[in-house]
């Protein structure tokens, strides 16, 4: 599954989950925390999964550290979870 998150997509923290949520298919329970995210995409996703996140630098500004813990979250998932791919690019 190819998943595609644009920056201009989302404005705020709660966007960007309800957006996550929405593309990951992820259940009603679902709380809208990192730490809720870390154990969707450990427990409860379909894999192979190829994400990309278009236009970071918007996110970060918009977002702020939010952002910055979002990416280290994404790239950890990319390290530790077989058939999970994660990639900042510019245009898709």
């Given at each position: 599954?190819?998943?595609?998150?644009?920056?201009?997509?989302?404005?705020?923290?709660?966007?960007?989950?309800?957006?996550?949520?929405?593309?990951?298919?992820?259940?009603?329970?679902?709380?809208?925390?990192?730490?809720?995210?870390?154990?969707?995409?450990?427990?409860?996703?379909?894999?192979?999964?190829?994400?990309?996140?278009?236009?970071?630098?918007?996110?970060?500004?918009?977002?702020?550290?939010?952002?910055?813990?979002?990416?280290?979250?994404?790239?950890?998932?990319?390290?530790e979870i077989?058939?999970?791919?994660?990639?900042?690019?510019?245009?898709?």
């Open positions: 599954m190819n998943i595609v998150i644009d920056a201009c997509e989302f404005n705020t923290i709660e966007e960007f989950h309800e957006l996550i949520k929405e593309k990951m298919d992820f259940p009603e329970d679902y709380n809208d925390t990192l730490d809720d995210l870390w154990d969707f995409l450990v427990h409860k996703v379909n894999y192979p999964v190829n994400l990309y996140w278009l236009d970071f630098e918007t996110s970060r500004a918009l977002l702020g550290s939010d952002a910055d813990d979002l990416l280290e979250l994404f790239t950890e998932a990319d390290e077989e058939d999970f791919h994660f990639e900042l690019q510019e245009n898709f």
